[in-house]
């Protein structure tokens, strides 16, 4: 049989001490970003996903955006090499966790850096965000990685957010949604859409036309059933504060068989 798993990692002690690029530093409630990331979860259940738990590292702030450990595709994980240092870290639990699902597993290797966060898969091309995170070394070694198994990779530039996915992400149908003020050059992209708001460019595809999104973009949800989405809406307000997004709190596998 094939399914859908979501791998997650529950919020840490020291989230609050997450790293913050381009917004002001603002207080992280621990105890509500708690209840955030469980309803996060519910959703992906309430969806069909089944959800994998990534063991905790509870020394790294940021473990909670475990979207950044990894690309997967296919069958294939590329663990990341990440470009704060002080996020290393959290890949080895992340490899643990896709190896026990019996993905094949390659790597980032330095000088390359990438995080998880600036890949957008759209169908057989893959979007690598080349900004302050991910470098031109990492593009190239996820090109060569994923190149033999049908992708085009291609590298899109990101200077005005922390990752390339806080600025765009992907309807089912391929089109690009982002918040023009932070997109660097939507042309990139064959097919691009704006959104009125800056959280109204994450969403992630739940399947049958389910859309999960932040419920703090009401204009963008309701463009989106406009072109005929179900948004699923949950409140990740702590999450944002540290510049994280529906995306970056879930690696999202699909039709792996079993």
Not at 110 to 120: K, Y
Not at 131 to 146: D, F, H, P, S
Not at 247 to 256: F, G, K, W
């Amino acid at each position: 049989m094939s399914s859908t798993i979501a791998l997650v990692r529950a919020p840490g002690p020291a989230l609050e001490h997450g790293i913050v690029t381009h917004r002001e530093r603002e207080h992280v409630d621990l105890a509500r970003a708690q209840k955030q990331w469980t309803s996060y979860v519910d959703a992906l259940t309430g969806c069909g996903w089944r959800t994998v738990e990534v063991a905790p590292a509870d020394e790294c702030p940021d473990a909670v955006f475990v979207e950044d450990t990894m690309v997967v595709f296919r069958n294939v994980a590329v663990l990341s090499h990440p470009g704060a240092e002080q996020r290393r870290p959290e890949v080895a639990a992340a490899e643990q966790a896709v190896t026990a699902l019996g993905l094949s597993v390659n790597r980032i290797r330095p000088p390359g850096t990438l995080d998880g966060g600036d890949v957008l898969k759209v169908g057989s091309t893959v979007y690598v965000g080349r900004g302050g995170r991910t470098n031109g070394e990492g593009v190239r070694q996820l090109r060569a990685i994923l190149g033999p198994l049908g992708a085009t990779v291609v590298a899109v530039p990101v200077s005005r957010v922390l990752h390339l996915k806080s600025a765009v992400t992907a309807l089912p149908d391929g089109t690009v949604i982002g918040y023009l003020p932070l997109v660097d050059d939507p042309l990139v992209f064959e097919r691009f859409v704006p959104v009125p708001e800056e959280s109204g460019a994450h969403v992630v595809d739940l399947g049958g036309g389910r859309l999960l999104m932040a419920a703090d973009c009401p204009d963008s949800a309701a463009l989106i059933e406009s072109l005929g989405y179900e948004p699923v809406v949950v409140d990740i307000g702590e999450f944002s504060k540290l510049e994280g997004c529906v995306t970056c709190l879930s690696v999202r596998i699909r039709d792996l068989d079993r």
